[in-house]
């Protein structure tokens, strides 16, 4: 059974661009979570998916956003790049919304520039 | 206030060592999560608990739910158990997680 997805692995950006990560989730899968994750703030909660609908939003700005598909990929995407966005972008997927085990991806590595 | 609190945030130990790390938090949950991330970044789960004890092969965790506390427990510890690990509580108002800042473990052979 394939793990979750993600890609790319590595990113280089420039600040004022945007960026659209990609995350397929296990198979089965109808939950897709993102994280940012950085050495000053640790792992942040960005945004949950499930049955293509927003369920949970965490505190960042409107420039991060998200969509889930109708085969449960998810994508984020950053517009107008800051420095500060440079971070592990992480997703899990699970099963169902709660009580379920989570599944990471390895990650997607933004540099921004 | 972090919701999840973890202790403590570096660790060394010599290999055969037994290691206990923290875990306290501050909200209601449906299961509380240990990940291991090693270096690299890509995120392991190893536990998921609701209540009780979990045991896989040298590693267990506990939680106490009235007290709102879980430990990971490694036992004959080994330089590969070298990495971060991170206590997360999945919220009981959805699939949003909350993390402790990991304990990082460095296991000296």
Known sequence: KAGVTQTPRYLIKTRGQQVTLSCSPISG???????QQTPG?????????????????????????????????????VSTLELGDSALYLCASSLTRKNTEAFFGQGTRLTVV | KNEVEQSPQNLTAQEGEFITINCSYSVGISALHWLQQHPGGGIVSLFMLSSGKKKHGRLIAT???QEKHSSLHITASHPRDSAVYICAVSSNTGNQFYFGTGTSLTVIP
């Open chain 2, 63 to 65: 939680i106490n739910i």
């Open chain 1, 29 to 35: 899968h109808r939950s897709v979570s993102w994280y």
């Open chain 1, 41 to 77: 703030q640790g792992l942040q909660f960005l945004f949950e998916y499930f049955s293509e609908t927003q369920r949970n939003k965490g505190n960042f700005p409107g420039r991060f956003s998200g969509r889930q598909f109708s085969n449960s990929r998810s994508e984020m995407n």
